[in-house]
């Protein structure tokens, strides 16, 4: 089970710097991007590994224990057996506690080199994890130097070919809000202009009418 989880790990290890040197170049955040994905899928699969490597040191545990319960029992009745005189039986009763005991025995070698590979493997699992979340970081220092670079692309074209272009552009606006405000305001002022003679117009006929009031009067 250790090896099989040691030849993951270290497919996986490797496989990285032939994946990065192909797609890198063109598009290191995509290939960063799918290493991530297949390295998850096999770190998946180790977890799964693990717990059946888990389950299968449990059922060493069980067996073993009742392999020792029964061989203390069968050690008991050969016991009895032999007091009582009755010898074929305690033979059967030894014979089954020695076939017991040895089973007990295997059983405790498998369940301790079971712990051990489980151990082993729960702290390769963890290495791998980091080694994820390192690659999790590293694409994001990616993405943020890729974004800079995009960024400083586009103001490199301001000052590159386009910027003529560009400034033209800002020219043509500015002169346009310029003639827009200056529309504006000789309106204004024109609608001010009209309103003012308007108004003094009014007030000179009612001063007329006024004046032509006061000399009928008389």
């Known amino acids: 089970m250790a090896n099989i989880f040691t030849r ?4 996986i290890e490797s496989d990285i710097h032939s994946l990065l040197d192909k797609k890198e170049e063109n598009n290191p955040i995509q290939a960063l991007n799918h290493y991530l994905r297949q390295s998850e899928k096999e770190t998946e699969k180790v977890r799964k590994l693990i717990e059946r490597q888990r389950q299968l040191k ?6 073993r224990k009742e392999a020792d319960e029964m061989a203390d029992k069968r050690k008991h009745q050969a016991e009895v057996a032999e007091k009582a005189g009755e010898k074929e039986l305690a033979e059967f009763a030894l014979n089954e506690y020695e076939e017991y005991a040895a089973r007990a025995e295997r059983l405790t070698l498998n369940e301790v080199e079971a712990m051990k590979q489980l ?3 729960e702290k390769r699992y963890e290495e791998m994890q980091h080694k994820l979340k390192d690659m999790r970081l590293k694409r994001m220092e990616l993405m943020g130097k890729e974004n800079v670079a995009r960024a400083r692309y586009e103001m490199n074209k301001l000052t590159g070919s386009s910027a003529d ?3 033209l552009k800002f ?3 500015e002169r346009y809000i310029e003639n827009l405000e200056s529309k504006v305001t000789n309106d204004y002022h024109h609608h001010t202009l009209d ?3 308007a108004r003094l117009e009014k007030e000179m006929a009612d001063n007329k009418n006024k ?6 009067v008389i």
């Open 8 to 11: 993951i790990f270290d497919s």
């Open 58 to 63: 449990e059922e060493f545990t069980v067996e």
């Open 119 to 121: 151990e082993s493997l």
């Open 165 to 167: 272009k560009s400034y």
């Open 171 to 173: 020219s043509e606006m």
């Open 195 to 197: 309103s003012k003679i």
């Open 211 to 216: 004046d032509e009031k006061n000399e009928k």
